[in-house]
Structures are given as structure tokens and as C-alpha cells.
């Protein structure tokens, strides 16, 4: 598959039928061997964590690593990092949207759902963080029976509730929304329950100009609302920690590093999964080598910037002058957590150098390494960040040592188990590729070539596939 594959798509190899028949019909048959193989491992990841999760809240936090001085240990760092992986969608999806880039069209659909389920992981940590999850409630300012409540607004766990939920909220309206043409298209093509099922969520769609018109809308007003959130939630998250007077937490830095930070690892984890889905559910004609090169444009890009922000740290704890921070800093390149600073380097600052080279960004199989590679590498960016500046406080009496427990380690696998799980369910039951918005493209690709029009705006999607065909 050449990189002008999804060129010929839109310019008429071909036509709304046959676009409508790649992305459906997969959803119309029984799963595959390899589906199901792939939904029992994360299916069985999620369920060790889950045990695990229940073993540490009828037992309690005790059940981890921490201690007097590392008071945060694996359950922020893997907080940190799913919300990290949840900003590419955003920035696919609403940007992209803005600024009317068309490549986006073929991988938008899986990227916001990526963001949701990472989202949705990422929330399970502060709660189990709480150490009472069954009062979570109380973080929010309601009415209630015991006299006045009102929440901490000094707390950083209160700023994180605020910010990802906001970011939750809009980012799933901007997903269901974009999606509900195709969910009509289902509709159409489907019988039985499943016919029933997809009346209810696709609202009645019927295709008509007032419909589109209004759907464009909403998804620009919707975009415009969410591409503030890409900035703003992380730099929210960043100050869990630039607020704190801990040497190598107290930096203005933060915001951006961590906004960056959070699209380069968001961008690998779809990469990942884009490269996957296209071989095991034949979209290589929508997801080409065209809209791989992209992607790794903007990892290289980013990728340059994180090893930017990492030097910059250094320089700023040499400037400043002041003993603390500059020991920190010390220590984390060449104390007892060396390993996982130069790991952090490796993976974040190094390997991406290689999408330099074109040849590079044209193996899916190196794309796909080095994918994985920088998931690895910014996985422990959180954990030196956290970890590495808190093990060795300002007294040498307090310093201590923290091993996570296989407690920690099952919850890790467990949060990648409810992501893969619910990435797969998304798979299979849901349009993958945003049928209704390449045939968009192809009909204002032909529009502008003076080419009689495809069809009028009367199906389910937009255009009148009979006739197209």
C-alpha cells in the first residue's frame, strides 16, 4: 500500500457504497479468532485488577510500597500517565477539526474513544488514592442533610476532579456527537434488537440539510470548547505538583512540559493501536503510510521538545544556585534510581530521533517498536518526576527506598486491561473509521473537480448511496 492509497479512495477507486460496506460490514459478523483471543487477555488483565482492587480496599492502602517519604508512588504515576495518553484525541479530533485537516478523518473516531477509556483509567487511582473510595463523593460541593459542606479548594486532588471531569464530559459529547451519523448508517443496515438498539442512540437521524447543518455545529462549537482543554487539564495536573515546595516538583516549567509531554505519549498510544486495527480489520485503503508519516512528524516534533524541557530542567537547577535542587537533579542521573531516568532519556529523547530518516517513517514495523518504546519512556517520566523527587527529602535521616508491591503492579495491569477491553469492545461494535466524514471529503473532492455531484443529502449518512454507486 502506497502512501496516495487514501488519495484514491476520495478520488473515486471508490465509491460511498463500497466506503460504507469497508467500515460496516466488519461490525455485521462474528468476531474473529484473533479478536477473541486479544478480548480474553485484556479481559483477564482487567480481572486481576480487579481483584487487586478489591484486595487493597477491604485491606487498605498498607497493601502498597509507600512510605513516611514516598508518599506518592505507582498510583499517581499511572494517574498521571493515562491522562497523558487521553490529549492526542482531543488534539486529532478538535485542532484538526479547526484548522480542516483532512488526513484526521480516518483516525479521529479511534482516537476519541482512546481518549475516553484512557480517561476512564485514569480515575481510578485518585479514588483508590483516597484510601475511603466509598466517600468520593464528598469531593463534590453538593446539598446534603449534615450542615454546611463545602469542598477544599486548596487541594490539588479537587483541581484534578474539576479538570477531568470537565475534560470527560466534553470530549465523550464530541465523540457520541461526530458519531451519530454513522450510528444511523448502522441503523439502516441492521435488524432485530440490534436495529432497536441503534434508533435509540442515533437520535432519529435522518440525513436532511437542517440535520448536517446542525451537526456541523455542534461539532465546531464542541471543538472550540475542547481544543482550550488540551492546554488546560494537563497544566492543571502539572500543578499537583508545581505548586508543592519539593525540589524538582517546584517548577513554572511544568504546565507546558507536561501539555507536550501528554500529546507525544498520546500520539505513540495511537499509533499503536491504529497500526494494529489496520491489519486485523483491513483499513489499510484509511489508514495509510500517509497518515502514519504524519503522526510521526508530530512524535518527532514533540519528541524534540520533551528532550528540550528535560535539558532545560537541568539548566535551571544549575542556575538557580540552590544546593536542593540542584542534588535532585544530581540524583536522578546518577543516584539508586538511575536506571529510570536514563530509561526516560532513552525512550523519549533518543528513539524518536530515528523518524528523522524516511525510511524509518515508512516501516510500520519501526514505527511500531518505537511507538511502544516512547509509551515505555514517558511512562517513566511520571515515575522519576514522582518518585526520584521525593525518596530523598531534605533530611538524610528521612531517605528510604520505595519497590512497588504486586498489588501496585496487578492495578497497572489491570488499568491496561479495562483499556484494551474496552478498546476492543469499541472495535467490534462500533464504526472504527468516520465513514460519514470521508464520504464528506470525497464529495467535496469531486465537487471541486467540476465532477456531477455524487448524490443528494438523503441517506442515513448524508448521500444517496444507490445512486452513487
Wanted: charged letters at 15%; proline letters at 5%.
Amino acid at each position: 500500500m502506497d502512501s496516495h492509497a487514501f488519495e484514491r479512495v476520495i478520488d473515486g477507486d471508490k465509491n460511498l457504497t463500497q466506503v460504507t460496506e469497508d467500515v460496516f460490514s466488519p461490525l455485521e459478523k462474528r468476531g474473529t479468532g484473533r479478536w477473541w483471543t486479544a478480548f480474553l487477555v485484556a479481559a483477564s488483565a482487567l480481572f486481576l485488577g480487579l481483584v487487586a482492587i478489591g484486595y487493597q480496599v477491604y485491606t487498605g492502602i498498607g497493601t502498597w510500597g509507600l512510605n513516611r517519604t514516598v508518599g506518592w508512588g505507582f498510583d499517581i504515576t499511572n494517574f498521571v500517565f493515562w491522562v497523558g495518553i487521553g490529549h492526542a484525541g482531543t488534539l486529532i479530533s478538535a485542532v484538526l477539526l479547526l484548522f480542516r485537516q483532512k488526513w484526521r478523518t480516518s483516525i479521529n473516531r479511534a482516537a476519541e474513544a482512546m481518549t475516553i477509556f484512557a480517561v476512564m483509567c485514569a480515575g481510578i487511582f485518585p479514588l483508590i488514592h483516597m484510601g475511603r473510595p466509598w466517600l468520593a463523593h464528598w469531593v463534590f460541593p453538593y446539598p446534603n442533610p449534615r450542615g454546611p459542606l463545602w469542598v477544599n479548594w486548596r487541594s490539588p486532588l479537587l483541581w484534578d476532579v474539576f479538570a477531568i471531569g470537565t475534560y470527560f464530559t466534553i470530549s465523550a459529547l464530541f465523540w457520541y456527537v461526530g458519531l451519530v451519523p454513522d450510528l444511523a448508517t448502522a441503523r439502516d443496515r441492521a435488524r432485530g434488537i440490534r436495529k432497536r438498539i441503534l434508533s435509540l442512540f442515533s437520535l432519529g437521524w435522518n440525513g436532511s440539510a437542517r440535520s448536517w447543518s446542525r451537526h456541523e455545529i455542534a461539532c465546531v462549537l464542541l471543538a472550540g470548547l475542547a481544543t482550550p482543554l488540551v492546554v488546560s487539564v494537563h497544566s492543571v495536573v502539572s500543578t499537583d505538583f508545581a505548586t508543592a515546595v519539593i525540589p524538582g516538583w517546584h517548577a513554572t516549567l511544568f504546565p507546558p512540559y507536561f501539555v507536550i509531554g501528554a500529546v507525544f505519549s498520546g500520539f505513540a498510544m495511537v499509533l499503536t493501536l491504529m497500526l494494529i486495527a489496520r491489519k486485523v480489520m483491513h483499513f489499510e485503503d484509511y489508514i495509510t503510510p500517509r497518515h502514519i508519516g504524519a503522526m510521526c512528524k508530530i512524535l518527532c516534533f514533540t519528541g524534540t521538545i520533551v528532550g528540550l524541557a528535560y535539558m532545560t530542567e537541568f539548566f535551571t537547577a544549575w542556575y538557580s544556585a540552590a544546593p536542593y535542587e540542584q542534588f535532585v537533579f544530581m540524583n536522578r542521573a546518577a543516584g539508586p534510581m538511575a536506571w529510570a531516568f536514563w530509561i526516560m532519556v532513552s525512550c523519549n529523547v533518543i528513539a524518536p530521533q530515528l523518524l528523522w530518516f524516511r525510511k524509518v517513517r515508512t516501516s510500520l514495523a519501526a514505527v511500531f517498536v518505537l511507538a511502544l518504546v516512547i509509551n515505555v519512556g514517558m511512562w517513566f517520566e511520571r515515575f522519576v518526576i514522582i518518585v526520584t523527587s521525593l525518596h530523598r527529602d531534605f533530611l538524610p535521616s528521612a531517605w528510604s527506598a520505595y519497590i512497588p508491591t504486586s498489588i501496585e503492579i496487578a492495578t497497572l495491569i489491570g488499568s491496561f486491561g479495562l483499556f484494551f477491553t474496552l478498546f476492543l469492545l469499541f472495535c467490534r461494535f462500533v464504526p472504527m473509521i468516520a465513514a460519514a466524514e470521508i464520504k464528506t471529503v470525497i464529495r467535496d473532492r469531486r465537487a471541486s473537480d467540476d465532477a456531477p455531484p455524487a448524490a443528494l443529502p438523503v441517506g442515513a449518512a448524508g448521500v444517496d448511496e444507490r445512486r452513487a454507486a
